[in-house]
């Protein structure tokens, strides 16, 4: 089968690289443009770009692919299926009905739960203790097509979204081959999803990551674990701003206002929130790196109550 495939991040490669040593045959990759990068602001390209260039696939990185030019471009590669992760543009209606066999999606959550641009990071977010990966063919809609194939993961008390994701990613290659030898067998059903209990994980934010000391401790620590590594969870003493990258919720009660550092020791820092305490174990301050809370308390005094937040005014 000629293969299309759309996809920009590393969460995107183990996907291309399972239909690189699938039978069928990937005749194209759609990527984004390179964007610049780092202090000097040099342009890189997306890790599936580099994939492809490697297997020698010739690749498209449109600004826009609403264009008749794109279309044409792609409809040239006389694609059978086109199979798409994370490449974070919603294809149109003249894409989705080019291939005969449709998009096939590989989606980072069991939908319908999770639907939009930050399936892994929310489910951390939230709590949850299973995820997974669901195949899907392609609609108009934000992840609203039907099913083909599920499979879940548990989500570890100690994963953040970035330990997450790649054991999600290499699922998602496994799944996308399976799926499409299936369709092809004629042995897969699409199953509709239940619209009434899906959810949203919209695109996170530089300024999602602004801890809000009323939430409860454990959703804090959630939080913290969703939200690495990008944004970063963050708050401010004075104008110092503390990225947290490690806390544990403590159930211990307290009428400390939130914010409130309630105790320092050897290697933690206790903070109120809205219920219970957090427990900060690695920060990292301006112009320093990540260290744990034993090495930065030998270099900086911080004191008990004193208040964490927004920066000051």
């Known amino acids: 089968m000629r293969i299309v495939f759309m996809g920009t991040p590393e969460f995107a490669v183990p996907s291309l690289e399972s239909l690189l040593r699938s039978g069928d045959q990937v005749v194209g990759v759609v990527s984004q443009p390179d964007r610049p990068k780092g202090r000097g602001h040099q342009l890189v390209a997306p890790p599936v770009k580099l994939v492809a260039e490697r297997a020698g696939i010739p ?15 792609l409809s040239d590669w006389k694609p059978e299926l086109i199979a798409v992760a994370a ?16 998009c096939v999606n590989v989606h980072g959550s069991l939908l319908p739960k999770y639907r ?25 809609g934000m992840d609203t097509g039907p099913m083909l194939l599920q499979g879940a993961l548990p989500i570890l008390p100690d994963d953040t979204a970035g ?13 996308l081959v399976d799926t499409i030898a299936q369709l092809k067998a004629g042995t897969l059903t699409p ?18 990551g602004l801890i809000d000391w ?21 708050t401010f003493l004075g104008d110092e701003r503390w990225n947290v990258w490690k806390a544990i919720p403590n159930a211990r009660a307290v009428t400390n206002k939130p914010g409130t550092i309630v105790t320092v020791d050897k290697q933690s820092i206790l903070v109120a929130t809205g219920s219970g305490l957090l427990d900060i174990r690695e920060i990292q301050t301006a112009n320093s790196k990540r260290m744990a809370v034993a090495q930065f ?17």
């Open 163 to 175: 330990t997450l994701a790649p054991r999600l990613a290499e699922l998602g290659g496994r799944l």
């Open 214 to 234: 009323t939430m409860s401790a454990t959703s804090l620590a959630n939080r913290v674990r969703g939200l690495s590594p990008w944004p970063g969870a963050y």
């Open 59 to 73: 690749v498209m990185q449109p600004l826009k692919i609403r264009t008749p030019e794109f279309l044409q471009a």
């Open 191 to 208: 199953t509709k999803q239940d619209d009434g209990r899906a959810t949203m994980a919209p695109l996170l934010k530089k300024e999602d």
């Open 116 to 140: 939009g641009a930050a399936p892994v990071q929310w489910a951390v977010i939230n709590g949850e203790t299973e995820t997974g990966i669901t195949t899907m063919l392609m609609d108009e």
């Open 87 to 102: 490449y974070g543009r919603i294809l149109h209606t003249p894409i989705l009905r080019l291939p005969p066999m449709g």
């Open 297 to 313: 308390l030998a270099g900086h005094r911080v004191t008990t109550g004193v208040q964490l937040g927004s920066p000051a005014a």
